[in-house]
Nanobody, 123 residues
């Protein structure tokens, strides 16, 4: 059974940083695409960043230059380092895993989801 458990969310002021973690079990991180998504109240869920089996990362325009996705295959853990946080980054952040991999996770469907961790950025 695949399980994804996020942690690291919280409240931070504009310009601050947070590091999200996602620990997985039931499968192997190294051979599939992993990603971070977020959903703000009243908005659709959006992909923030993803990383493929070769460590190649993709970022949403809103995350480029501020967020860094990484993974530790030995720990089956996915990370999202978020710096220079903005008010509009406030959302529930979800970790997700695919059952396959493709370069930069292009068009790869994400089928497994964590329960989410809340990130709140205030002024």
């Amino acid at each position: 059974q695949v399980q994804l458990v996020e942690s690291g969310g919280g409240s931070v002021q504009v310009g601050g940083s947070l590091r999200l973690s996602c620990e997985g079990s039931g499968y192997t991180y190294s051979s599939v695409c992993m990603g971070w998504f977020r959903q703000a109240p009243g908005k659709e869920r959006e992909k923030v960043a993803s990383i493929d089996d070769n460590g190649r990362a993709w970022y949403a325009h809103s995350a480029k230059g501020r967020f860094t996705i990484s993974k530790d295959n030995s720990k089956n853990t996915l990370y999202l380092q978020m710096d220079s946080l903005k008010l509009e980054d406030t959302a529930m952040y979800y970790c997700a895993a695919a059952r396959s991999a493709f370069a930069y996770c292009y068009s790869v469907p994400f089928e497994y989801w964590g329960q989410g961790t809340q990130v709140t950025v205030s002024s």
